[in-house]
């Protein structure tokens, strides 16, 4: 069983930045491939970012290329999403998942963190 943990969400004005950490525990860390996913009021799960196990693969959604950058940093076990230019749009709770191997669509996540909010305020 892999443990999530996501910390950081937060209160934040539009055009302020937000840094979320997903901490991982109880198996290999370097074997998933990571991503965040965010969910907002009376909408879907949707996709944003996923990183692959070795980092070398990176994937964005549309709605968040060039603002929010994800990495990993496997001696801590733990994924970053650094979250730049906020916009209201972006309020959600934000969700880390684990996939074994590379990153795959949503339903093929294996483990899910329990959630972080974060609210951008216009």
């Known amino acids: 069983q892999l443990r999530l943990v996501e910390s950081g969400g937060g209160l934040v004005q539009a055009g302020g930045s937000l840094r979320l950490s997903c901490a991982a525990s109880g198996r290999p860390f370097s074997s998933y491939a990571m991503g965040w996913f965010r969910q907002a009021p009376g909408k879907e799960r949707e996709f944003v970012t996923a990183?692959?196990?070795?980092?070398?693969?990176?994937y964005y959604s549309d709605s968040v290329k060039g603002r929010f950058t994800i990495s990993r940093d496997t001696a801590k076990n733990t994924v970053l999403l650094q979250m730049n230019s906020l916009k209201p749009e972006d309020t959600a709770v934000y969700y880390c998942?684990?996939?074994?191997?590379?990153?795959?669509?949503?339903?093929?996540?294996?483990?899910w963190g329990q959630g972080t909010q974060v609210t951008v305020s216009s």
């Open positions: 998942a684990a996939v074994y191997g590379e990153p795959r669509g949503e339903d093929e996540y294996d483990y």
């Open positions: 990183i692959s196990w070795s980092g070398g693969s990176i």
